[in-house]
């Protein structure tokens, strides 16, 4: 039967072979590139990265130089297009020359992102997520680039960001890429990104460690002398989890093997968030320190920071710490005059995808594969990095590390609560006077911190991202900590203007999008997810709608291979059970209703037979 | 990759359902089952390959947490709830969504009978698919002179994926994309299946357990109505083990 089928329509696909081979330039870029990656398997995707970047590509990743890539990686042309269409800031078409994408968290959106985008696209004559007829650019969308205290803010080229966005910075925006001025030479004050600390700790403020201050002491206590340390302290990883560090740390060193590897994951993708942004912009010898402190302490001679593809502009400077660092041995060979103790820092960027926060999903993408969360057990700490025991924290976890061994585990366990010691740094965004970074000891009742923001007429807070706690009034009084409200340090405000529906609609289009496809329940679930909340948002919900949405949610958190889809209804749950009149006045019909308008159907009848009169529309 | 490396939990016995269930040192949930003749619902799983745990259709409660049975560790004395109704009304809706985001056409469709989607979904009494279709565009690729793919019906089991990889040796498909629009890629650079090494003998040819690979010219050589699911259900207690070769 199927030999008669009609010739396969195979896409896009059978024109590859027509494209041209790379360009002597491109030739010479790809050169480049693998000289000075890895060319491996696991340096895909900073090969990809790299190239993608490089001026010979104009922003994409052309079929003929992915074969080649593929040589060089000894790796199948299938799994480099897997790995190249997994991460969402790499092209495989031409995304334009200039590659516009804003920032689409609710809070952009509040601050009006979507209005400014829209007259973007109007002044450029561009439609959202397509690429102008003449290859100039294209505007579209990312999750949260973690600007959201100086938003509205976009990213160019996934190189340089502009912040502060507002009408006249997008007229001068439109007016520079049809001039075909390079972003390099657009002002440099449209990219300046400010960290406004409005509360110091220890942390943000005080007297910082003086690079190696931690480090001499450390090489005093020895390496179980470190742990001991940090156990006494309590510390509590701040990506959210709060997984004691001093137990991680010793179930690195007790597993089997050689060689060790300590991971800094900056991949801060929770939308609202920006508090690493701002430890590794004004405290990056803290968090490098507390690497390295980590390094001693389990025995690791590799480092990563893997660092979020939306913190571009964050790279020279982390470059420059860790090559003065080296210079002050206080990275490399011999750390601190110690023979022995040797310990040297990668950079690794990522390419957008939320679920590599994931410590698992980070994994395999510092290996240069698709950021799929992995089956655990086994856990990092003893199969991590290439099969070695690798530790994962935070960056702030790690700058806690420095203070702590620095000043002492008693300093940091007489703040905050006994089961939550030390402080948590909040990124403060959304309706209130001054958003930014506040640091409080653990403890500290949400109260507190809605008036020192200057939030008035609080509707709302999402505590610790979409993928945290929403509270409303009657939760003010509770407390920021891990036995109370926990959070990985996002915190956004919403005034009584806001509709808690568009909330929620807004973070389940961010998990819909960030879904890594692995497992049924989260592929197919975020995108039923969306489709219930957008016929909601169309007025053609129904109870029915509701009650399937709360179904889905309870499937998700039973069933999804990772946090991503366990979270992924936690902004629904909590909006229908507090504020239930958000949805109901958007109900239809207490029963079923169908999900498509049955008139909107006959648009296109009415279109062919040339009628608009009330016979051709359905009754209302 | 995935297989647990901790040290194996030695022989013991578990419970599933209340009934008692011997297991072998570094078994799992879902294999001690098997073999115990015990059916845990499951798509992407197969016996020659590392357990995947990407379907989630055998999700059970150990010691009252949700787990896939296919990763999941045997131990000693674990009580495991499997066929509870609340467990098969998930199974139903995980199944209800592998229908809905694909394009499945059971009474059209050559698999039929032999395929694992449709006889897992009579095992668990589905009758329809609930949410509404998505109906995604995705072409068939015809162009391999003695098989061909359909991806309307690919589950992204990465069954394929794995037995091309690691027992062919030729790592024709791979994964690509993410979020709902996941989907196989053929490894050419055409993308096309007739410019890729495969040969219908292959083993990523006998494990796709929906109608994605199919081999030309044979399609209804066995009629509808005598095929494998058609003769004995999924779920049949006598199934042995080797019987899941996913072989049409």
Same mark, same amino acid.
């Given at each position: 039967?199927?030999?008669?089928?009609?010739?396969?329509?195979?896409?896009?696909?059978?024109?590859?072979?027509?494209?041209?081979?790379?360009?002597?330039?491109?030739?010479?870029?790809?050169?480049?590139?693998?000289? &000075?990656?890895?060319?491996?398997?696991?340096?895909?995707?900073?090969?990809?990265?790299?190239?993608?970047?490089?001026?010979?590509?104009?922003?994409?990743?052309?079929?003929?130089?992915?074969?080649?890539?593929?040589?060089?990686?000894?790796?199948?042309?299938?799994?480099?297009?897997?790995?190249?269409?997994?991460?969402?800031?790499?092209?495989?078409?031409?995304?334009?020359?200039?590659?516009?994408?804003?920032?689409?968290?609710?809070?952009?959106?509040?601050?009006?992102?979507?209005?400014?985008?829209?007259?973007?696209?109007?002044?450029?004559?561009?439609?959202?997520?397509?690429?102008?007829?003449?290859?100039?650019?294209?505007?579209?969308?990312?999750?949260?680039?973690?600007?959201?205290?100086?938003?509205?803010?976009?990213?160019?080229?996934?190189?340089?960001?502009?912040?502060?966005?507002?009408?006249?910075?997008?007229?001068?925006?439109?007016?520079?890429?049809?001039?075909?001025?390079?972003? &390099?030479?657009?002002?440099?004050?449209?990219?300046?990104?400010?960290?406004?600390?409005?509360?110091?700790?220890?942390?943000?403020?005080?007297?910082?460690?003086?690079?190696?201050?931690?480090?001499?002491?450390?090489?005093?206590?020895?390496?179980?002398?470190?742990?001991?340390?940090?156990?006494?302290?309590?510390?509590?990883?701040?990506?959210?989890?709060?997984?004691?560090?001093?137990?991680?740390?010793?179930?690195?060193?007790?597993?089997?093997?050689?060689?060790?590897?300590?991971?800094?994951?900056?991949?801060?993708?929770?939308?609202?968030?920006?508090?690493?942004?701002?430890?590794?912009?004004?405290?990056?010898?803290?968090?490098?320190?507390?690497?390295?402190?980590?390094?001693?302490?389990?025995?690791?001679?590799?480092?990563?920071?893997?660092?979020?593809?939306?913190?571009?502009?964050?790279?020279?400077?982390?470059?420059?710490?860790?090559?003065?660092?080296?210079?002050?041995?206080?990275?490399?060979?011999?750390?601190?005059?110690?023979?022995?103790?040797?310990?040297?820092?990668?950079?690794?960027?990522?390419?957008?995808?939320?679920?590599?926060?994931?410590?698992?999903?980070?994994?395999?993408?510092?290996?240069?594969?698709?950021?799929?969360?992995?089956?655990?057990?086994?856990?990092?700490?003893?199969?991590?990095?290439?099969?070695?025991?690798?530790?994962?924290?935070?960056?702030?976890?790690?700058?806690?590390?420095?203070?702590?061994?620095?000043?002492?585990?008693?300093?940091?366990?007489?703040?905050?609560?006994?089961?939550?010691?030390?402080?948590?740094?909040?990124?403060?965004?959304?309706?209130?006077?001054?958003?930014?970074?506040?640091?409080?000891?653990?403890?500290?009742?949400? &109260?507190?911190?809605?008036?020192?923001?200057?939030?008035?007429?609080?509707?709302?807070?999402?505590?610790?991202?979409?993928?945290?706690?929403?509270?409303?009034?009657?939760?003010?009084?509770?407390?920021?900590?891990?036995?109370?409200?926990?959070?990985?340090?996002?915190?956004?405000?919403?005034?009584?203007?806001?509709?808690?529906?568009?909330?929620?609609?807004?973070?389940?289009?961010?998990?819909?999008?960030?879904?890594?496809?692995?497992?049924?329940?989260?592929?197919?679930?975020?995108?039923?997810?969306?489709?219930?909340?957008?016929?909601?948002?169309?007025?053609?919900?129904?109870?029915?709608?509701?009650?399937?949405?709360?179904?889905?949610?309870?499937?998700?958190?039973?069933?999804?291979?990772?946090?991503?889809?366990?979270?992924?209804?936690?902004?629904?749950?909590?909006?229908?059970?507090?504020?239930?009149?958000?949805?109901?006045?958007?109900?239809?019909?207490?029963?079923?209703?169908?999900?498509?308008?049955?008139?909107?159907?006959?648009?296109?009848?009415?279109?062919?037979?040339?009628?608009?009169?009330?016979?051709?529309?359905?009754?209302? | 990759?995935?297989?647990?490396?901790?040290?194996?939990?030695?022989?013991?016995?578990?419970?599933?359902?209340?009934?008692?269930?011997?297991?072998?040192?570094?078994?799992?949930?879902?294999?001690?089952?098997?073999?115990?003749?015990?059916?845990?619902?499951?798509?992407?799983?197969?016996?020659?390959?590392?357990?995947?745990?990407?379907?989630?259709?055998?999700?059970?409660?150990?010691?009252?947490?949700?787990?896939?049975?296919?990763?999941?560790?045997?131990?000693?004395?674990?009580?495991?709830?499997?066929?509870? +109704?609340?467990?098969?009304?998930?199974?139903?809706?995980?199944?209800?969504?592998?229908?809905?985001?694909?394009?499945?056409?059971? +009474?059209?469709?050559?698999?039929?009978?032999?395929?694992?989607?449709?006889?897992?979904?009579?095992?668990?009494?589905?009758?329809?698919?609930?949410?509404?279709?998505?109906?995604?565009?995705? +072409?068939?690729?015809?162009?391999? +002179?003695?098989?061909?793919?359909?991806?309307?019906?690919?589950?992204?089991?990465?069954?394929?994926?794995?037995?091309?990889?690691?027992?062919?040796?030729?790592?024709?498909?791979?994964?690509?994309?993410?979020?709902?629009?996941?989907?196989?890629?053929?490894?050419?650079?055409?993308?096309?299946?007739?410019?890729?090494?495969?040969?219908?003998?292959?083993?990523?040819?006998?494990?796709?357990?929906?109608?994605?690979?199919?081999?030309?010219?044979?399609?209804?050589?066995?009629?509808?109505?005598?095929?494998?699911?058609?003769?004995?259900?999924?779920?049949?207690?006598?199934?042995?083990?080797?019987?899941?070769?996913?072989?049409?």
């Amino acid at each position: 039967m199927d030999s008669s089928l009609p010739p396969a329509a195979i896409g896009t696909a059978a024109t590859a072979a027509a494209r041209p081979a790379l360009s002597a330039p491109q030739g010479q870029a790809l050169a480049t590139v693998l000289r &000075a990656q890895s060319a491996a398997p696991h340096g895909l995707l900073q090969i990809l990265r790299t190239l993608q970047a490089h001026p010979a590509f104009e922003g994409w990743l052309p079929p003929a130089l992915l074969a080649r890539v593929a040589e060089a990686t000894g790796l199948s042309l299938a799994a480099v297009r897997g790995v190249a269409s997994g991460y969402r800031f790499l092209h495989l078409k031409p995304a334009g020359r200039y590659r516009i994408l804003f920032s689409d968290n609710v809070t952009d959106r509040h601050a009006g992102s979507r209005r400014l985008m829209a007259d973007l696209c109007a002044r450029l004559g561009v439609r959202p997520g397509a690429v102008r007829d003449d290859g100039l650019v294209s505007v579209d969308t990312a999750s949260c680039i973690g600007l959201g205290d100086q938003g509205p803010a976009l990213l160019v080229n996934h190189a340089q960001v502009v912040t502060r966005l507002d009408a006249a910075r997008i007229a001068a925006i439109a007016e520079r890429v049809e001039a075909g001025v390079p972003p &390099a030479a657009w002002p440099a004050h449209w990219s300046r990104v400010d960290d406004v600390v409005h509360r110091a700790g220890p942390l943000l403020g005080g007297t910082p460690a003086a690079p190696g201050e931690a480090l001499m002491r450390a090489l005093a206590l020895g390496p179980a002398g470190v742990i001991d340390e940090v156990r006494a302290s309590g510390l509590r990883g701040r990506g959210g989890a709060g997984f004691r560090t001093a137990l991680k740390w010793t179930l690195c060193r007790e597993a089997a093997g050689d060689d060790r590897v300590v991971v800094c994951n900056a991949d801060e993708g929770e939308p609202g968030t920006f508090k690493d942004r701002a430890l590794l912009a004004r405290h990056a010898d803290e968090v490098v320190e507390g690497m390295t402190l980590a390094a001693w302490a389990i025995g690791a001679r590799q480092g990563f920071i893997y660092l979020r593809g939306e913190y571009p502009f964050l790279v020279p400077h982390l470059e420059a710490v860790l090559a003065r660092r080296r210079a002050q041995g206080w990275l490399g060979r011999g750390i601190a005059g110690r023979a022995g103790f040797d310990f040297d820092i990668r950079l690794h960027v990522g390419a957008g995808a939320y679920v590599c926060g994931e410590e698992s999903a980070l994994r395999e993408s510092l290996e240069g594969r698709r950021g799929t969360p992995r089956i655990r057990p086994p856990f990092p700490v003893t199969h991590g990095y290439r099969g070695l025991p690798t530790v994962v924290n935070n960056v702030e976890t790690l700058c806690a590390v420095t203070h702590i061994v620095a000043r002492g585990a008693a300093a940091w366990a007489a703040m905050g609560t006994p089961e939550s010691t030390g402080s948590k740094i909040h990124s403060v965004s959304g309706d209130c006077e001054r958003p930014g970074l506040y640091e409080y000891p653990f403890g500290t009742p949400l &109260a507190r911190i809605l008036a020192d923001c200057g939030a008035k007429d609080t509707q709302a807070v999402q505590v610790g991202g979409p993928s945290g706690t929403c509270l409303a009034a009657n939760g003010f009084q509770r407390r920021i900590a891990f036995e109370d409200v926990p959070t990985a340090g996002a915190l956004m405000v919403f005034d009584h203007s806001r509709d808690m529906f568009e909330v929620a609609r807004g973070f389940s289009q961010f998990f819909a999008h960030e879904s890594c496809g692995f497992c049924t329940p989260c592929r197919v679930g975020t995108e039923l997810v969306v489709r219930r909340m957008d016929k909601l948002a169309g007025g053609r919900g129904s109870r029915q709608d509701l009650e399937e949405l709360l179904e889905l949610d309870g499937l998700m958190h039973a069933a999804t291979h990772c946090g991503l889809g366990y979270s992924a209804c936690h902004p629904l749950r909590d909006t229908v059970r507090l504020f239930p009149q958000a949805y109901e006045r958007r109900l239809l019909s207490p029963h079923f209703g169908p999900a498509f308008d049955l008139d909107a159907e006959l648009a296109a009848t009415r279109g062919l037979s040339g009628r608009d009169d009330p016979g051709a529309h359905l009754e209302p | 990759m995935g297989t647990p490396a901790t040290p194996s939990p030695p022989p013991g016995h578990l419970r599933i359902d209340g009934r008692d269930v011997p297991f072998e040192a570094g078994e799992t949930i879902l294999q001690a089952a098997r073999r115990a003749g015990v059916y845990v619902p499951h798509l992407c799983w197969h016996p020659d390959f590392p357990p995947h745990g990407s379907c989630r259709l055998c999700l059970v409660e150990v010691d009252g947490h949700a787990r896939a049975a296919c990763t999941q560790q045997a131990a000693d004395g674990q009580q495991v709830v499997n066929r509870s +109704p609340a467990l098969d009304a998930q199974r139903r809706v995980l199944l209800q969504m592998l229908f809905v985001e694909g394009n499945h056409f059971c +009474p059209s469709c050559e698999k039929s009978g032999d395929c694992d989607l449709q006889a897992t979904a009579y095992a668990l009494d589905l009758d329809g698919p609930h949410f509404e279709e998505f109906y995604p565009d995705r +072409p068939v690729d015809a162009s391999h +002179p003695e098989l061909w793919l359909d991806f309307n019906r690919c589950i992204l089991c990465e069954r394929c994926v794995h037995a091309s990889r690691d027992v062919d040796g030729k790592a024709v498909f791979a994964i690509g994309g993410h979020g709902i629009g996941t989907h196989l890629l053929v490894n050419s650079a055409s993308g096309r299946l007739v410019d890729t090494p495969i040969s219908p003998e292959d083993r990523a040819v006998q494990v796709c357990p929906v109608g994605v690979i199919l081999k030309k010219r044979v399609g209804f050589a066995v009629p509808i109505g005598e095929r494998r699911y058609d003769l004995e259900p999924i779920d049949a207690p006598a199934r042995a083990p080797a019987d899941e070769t996913g072989a049409p």
